[in-house]
C-alpha cells in the first residue's frame, strides 16, 4: 500500500462516519513516517488493506464503512486497496500502554488521524 492510498481511505472514511479519531494499526500504520516501505520492490508494495480503528463506533456504522470501503466492495474494485474497519473490542488485544505510543497524522481531512509506532 501507498501513503496516497491509505490518505484516500481515510479520507473517505472521514468523509463517511465523521469520527472523533482513526487509528491506524498493522503494517499501514508505518507509512505516515516511512512512506518509501509502499514503494515497489518494498514490504508494503502488496500490502492492499489498511485496518483502521473508528471512533466512535457502533456495528450499524461498521457495517456501513464494510460496505462502502471493506473488502469486496466497489471502491476495493475500483481501487484495488481497502480498509478493514477493527471494533474497539481489539484494543482488549493490544499491549498495556498501546494508546501512549501513537502519533498523530496530519494525513486525511478527518480530525485525529492517529497510527501506530
Given amino acids: ?49 489498511a485496518d483502521l480503528l473508528v471512533e466512535p463506533i457502533d456495528e450499524s456504522l461498521a457495517d456501513l464503512l464494510k ?14 486497496y481497502y480498509a478493514d474497519i477493527l471494533r474497539p473490542i481489539i484494543a482488549e488485544t493490544l499491549p498495556a500502554g498501546w494508546e501512549s505510543r501513537l502519533h498523530v497524522g496530519a494525513h486525511g481531512k478527518g480530525p485525529g488521524c492517529a497510527h501506530g509506532k
Fill in 1 to 49: 500500500m501507498r501513503l496516497q492510498f491509505l490518505t484516500h481511505l481515510l479520507n473517505s472514511v472521514s468523509a463517511l462516519a465523521q469520527p472523533r479519531r482513526i487509528i491506524v494499526l498493522g503494517s499501514s500504520s508505518l507509512l505516515p513516517q516511512h512512506p518509501d516501505l509502499g514503494d515497489a520492490g518494498q514490504p508494503l508494495e502488496l500490502s492492499l488493506d
Fill in 67 to 80: 460496505d462502502a470501503v471493506g473488502h469486496e466492495s466497489a471502491f476495493e474494485q475500483r481501487q484495488g
